[in-house]
Nanobody, 129 residues
Framework: QAQLVESGGGLVQPGGSLRLSCAAS????????IGWYRQAPGKEREGIAS????????RYKDSVKGRFTVSRDTTKNTIYLQMANIKPEDAGVYSC??????????????????????WGQGTQVTVSS
């Protein structure tokens, strides 16, 4: 059974850093693209970063570009989202999702669509001083 489990959320001060993890199981991770999504309070969920696990290529929304880094560790079947210089507007529930690479045209898809094959349960990031 395919499963994604996020971890690493918590309370962070503005300007601080946090690393989120997305552990995958039950499917061949290298055949998928993984998207990181954020849902801020009162707002719709949005894709912010994506990675094709097969070759490590990444894409970012402008709002996080230069501050967030998505990476993979295929030996651990885990995708990471390293968050740096965190801002108050980064607060929200962060989720990872998987979409079969063969079913999409590129990584941009995961930044603008949430029609994915599997979703994790999400992890909360709170930004406060």
């Amino acid at each position: 059974q395919a499963q994604l489990v996020e971890s690493g959320g918590g309370l962070v001060q503005p300007g601080g850093s946090l690393r989120l993890s997305c552990a995958a199981s039950g499917f061949t991770l290298e055949d998928y693209a993984i998207g990181w999504y954020r849902q801020a309070p009162g707002k719709e969920r949005e894709g912010i970063a994506s990675i094709y696990v097969g070759d490590g290529h990444t894409r970012y929304k402008d709002s996080v570009k230069g501050r967030f880094t998505v990476s993979r560790d295929t030996t651990k079947n885990t995708i990471y989202l390293q968050m740096a210089n965190i801002k108050p507007e980064d607060a929200g529930v962060y989720s990872c999702a998987a979409r079969s690479w063969s079913s999409i045209y590129g990584l941009e898809y995961l930044l603008w669509s949430d029609d994915n094959d599997f979703w994790g349960q999400g992890t909360q990031v709170t930004v406060s001083s």
